[in-house]
């Protein structure tokens, strides 16, 4: 006697399959619940964050400390205060609720626009930076940090001062019937 599947058994045995690869025997792994627990398992002293070209995706809860040193990358005596750590961290904070964005993310994207604009000789200063993209990203411009800080470089590449480029960006919002879309890129 042959058993061929029917059309409710094949779906049964499948399902019964996933179930049972589903399972793992295995505990599960403790997840880190503060950032304290993160900083605790991996100690990163200020020479090694400072020789840090960009923060890894692990490297999240670094990231204000990070900023704070590269504002004087060239400055080994440089030490981060805690009020100057606090002030990156409230802003970096903010901007990632407001962007749904990663820290380290905000922090990289910063640096690089800061060392972009400076190849062209353009000077600004990373809180300047961080605060003039909250003014966009507070009016709810669509775009994330990284398109912000593309459609910001291209207006301070254009001849634009800083003020005027970030009136041009929130100016979209004012703007009757538009959609409010960063320009691309060139």
Same mark, same amino acid.
Request: include cysteine; proline fraction near 8%.
């Given at each position: ?38 900083? %605790?398992? +991996?100690? $990163?002293?200020?020479?090694? /964050?400072? *020789? ?5 995706? =692990?490297?999240?809860? &670094? ?43 905000? %922090?990289? +994207?910063? $640096?690089?626009?800061?060392? /972009?604009? *400076? ?5 600004? =200063?990373?809180?300047? &930076? ?57």
């Amino acid at each position: 006697m042959t058993i061929r599947p029917g059309p409710g058994r094949c779906g049964t045995v499948m399902f019964w399959l996933v179930l049972l690869a589903s399972c793992d025997s295995s505990p599960p792994e403790p997840a880190a619940t503060t950032r304290e627990t993160i900083a %605790a398992r +991996r100690p $990163v002293d200020d020479d090694t /964050l400072r *020789a840090m070209s960009f923060l890894n995706i =692990t490297d999240g809860d &670094l990231a204000a400390r990070w900023l704070v040193l590269q504002e004087r990358p060239g400055d080994p005596s440089r030490v981060p205060e805690a009020e100057e750590v606090g002030q990156y961290a409230r802003r970096i904070e903010h901007l990632a609720k407001l962007l749904v964005e990663d820290r380290r993310m905000i %922090a990289n +994207r910063t $640096v690089q626009t800061r060392d /972009l604009l *400076a190849e062209r000789n353009i000077q600004e =200063t990373l809180p300047r &930076l961080l605060d003039g993209i909250e003014r966009v990203a507070q009016l709810r411009i669509p775009g994330n940090y990284g398109a912000y800080c593309d459609w910001y470089i291209n207006l301070r590449t254009s001849g634009l001062t800083h003020e005027q480029a970030l009136d041009r960006m929130t100016g979209l919002k004012e703007s009757p019937g538009s959609d409010a879309r960063p320009e691309p890129p060139k």
